[in-house]
């Protein structure tokens, strides 16, 4: 059984920083590229970062150089550390893993408010 479980969100000031981590079990972690993807209300469920197999990278424009993405394949994780929060920032994170299938998490909330 395929688990992707988040966790670290909260509610944070604007300018702070929050770490999300995510477990996985179940799949094969190092050979899947894992991403966060976040929803804000009312709109989309947007790309926030990804990182592949063998570590490439690739962010938003909205979060680059504020957001870092990274993984421990030795701890089946993928982490987003997040900085300089924004109010724009408040969403529900999804952690994903995709080889040929894909599968998510349940999410965690992030809130950026003063």
């Known amino acids: 059984q395929v688990q992707l479980v988040e966790s670290g969100g909260g509610l944070v000031q604007p300018g702070g920083s929050l770490r999300l981590s995510c477990a996985a079990s179940?799949?094969?972690?190092?050979?899947?590229?894992m991403a966060w993807y976040r929803r804000a209300p009312g709109k989309q469920r947007e790309l926030v970062a990804v990182?592949?197999?063998?570590?490439?990278?690739n962010y938003a424009d909205s979060v680059k150089g504020r957001f870092t993405i990274s993984r421990d394949n030795a701890k089946n994780a993928v982490y987003l550390q997040m900085n300089n929060l924004k109010p724009e920032d408040t969403a529900v994170y999804f952690c994903?893993?995709?080889?040929?299938?894909?599968?998510w998490g349940q999410g965690t909330q992030v809130t950026v408010s003063s």
């Open positions: 990182i592949g197999s063998g570590g490439s990278l």
């Open positions: 994903n893993a995709r080889t040929t299938t894909t599968y």
């Open positions: 179940g799949i094969i972690f190092s050979i899947h590229t």
